[in-house]
């Protein structure tokens, strides 16, 4: 019997050194594991890019192709790849509906990437399978251009996002050479003014958002929250985003700004799916900021404009550069006032800039914006 009685104290002492230590595995290790396992991707993401070694890999392989960008007085070449005709479009989004078209084409069969989307998820990424759209075509003809855009899944143009990201941030910090194959495919190092992709490349675009304050001209920017799928913590003009399927409406890329505009500044709902509303530019009429903008069109006092284009060569994807002006101060102090992010935003960091300062000089300089819209407002400082 005393041994019997023995063997259940036993059992009983190892019973509760098992409950001990599996709380301790639920309540203090996983969660510091996770932590640490959350600042390695942070710093990781960090390093892919800010960091020099990335910023040089890229100027090596892309040589003089890359652009040189202009703020103030400092000059820098950027990661991003544009041809000479790209730097110098300046076109009317208002007076051209037919800058972006959204063509029948053959689908991407880009392999979707479910573990590292999951993943990307627990990390906490905002990942949502909308439709989106993939490059096409760059056309021009006759001092006009024509952007070409196919439909596919979210999921597709993230992962090859990711995947892109991930084959750069191997071959630069990795400990053994890896090739070029993405990178090499889809990303040419000589790009002719029109351009035919293989429907696999995301669209996106940047918008500078700028107002006039007593005179003087300001940029929207902000830092990009952890919620996002990439640039997280990096200071970008807003609205920067990939596109949804626009369709539906007469003029695809002034219904991306101004959407975008809203969703992005004013915290309004997303609208990925025009087809929903029979009229998809409902919002046109019906949200405050954007009845503003669009009435003072028949003052001349707003102007929305294509002022370039060209490759993100860290992230894999194209962007169209836009910059939308207010020269009225009654309607900038209004913006000033009310504009205060969404999630993409992270909090507090909406901040108007004066375009051509020191403070956007000294950003550049210290490698602190991203690659697309540190060349939309350098283009927007040269036409305004």
Known sequence: EEATMGTIVNSLIWMIIGIIV?????????????????????????QLYLGKKTVDYVRQYY??????????????????????????????????????????????DYPINLKCIEKRKKE???????????????????????????????????????????????????????????RRKYLPENIPSSFSSQNTVPLGADVAVIIKKNGQ?????????????????????????GFGNASKSSNPLLYSILS?????????????????????????QQYEEIVDILKLQNTGEVSIRVIGGGFDVIGGFFNINMMLVVENE???????????????????????????SDEMENLLLNNRLSPSSAFAISRAISLL
């Open 330 to 356: 009654t309607i900038s102090d209004k913006l000033f006032n009310r504009i205060h992010g969404n999630w993409e935003t992270s909090f507090g960091t909406i901040k108007f800039i004066p375009i051509n």
């Open 124 to 182: 906490g990424k905002h990942l949502v399978d909308n439709p989106s759209l993939f490059l096409h075509s760059v056309q021009e003809k006759n001092g006009m251009i024509s952007i070409e855009a196919g439909v596919y899944s979210y999921f597709q143009r993230i992962s090859f996002v990711y995947d892109f990201e991930r084959e750069t941030y191997r071959r630069v910090y990795g400990k053994f050479l890896k090739k070029e194959q993405i």
């Open 63 to 108: 040589s003089d192709h890359l652009y040189n960008c202009k703020i103030k007085n400092g000059s820098v070449q950027i990661p991003y790849l544009v041809n000479d005709s790209w730097s110098k479009w300046n076109f009317d989004v208002l007076k051209n509906p037919d800058l972006l078209q959204i063509v029948n084409t053959n689908k991407c």
């Open 217 to 241: 001209y300001l940029v929207c920017t902000h830092k990009r929250s952890e919620e996002c799928a990439n640039y997280q913590g990096i200071t970008m003009v807003v609205p920067s985003f």
């Open 260 to 284: 975008e505009f809203s969703e992005e500044l004013f915290d309004r709902k997303e609208m990925e799916e025009p087809d929903n509303y029979l009229n998809p530019e409902w919002f046109y």
């Open 22 to 46: 599996d709380r301790m595995v639920d309540y203090m290790m996983i969660p510091r594991f996770n932590k640490w396992k959350k600042l390695r991707v942070k710093k990781q993401s960090k």
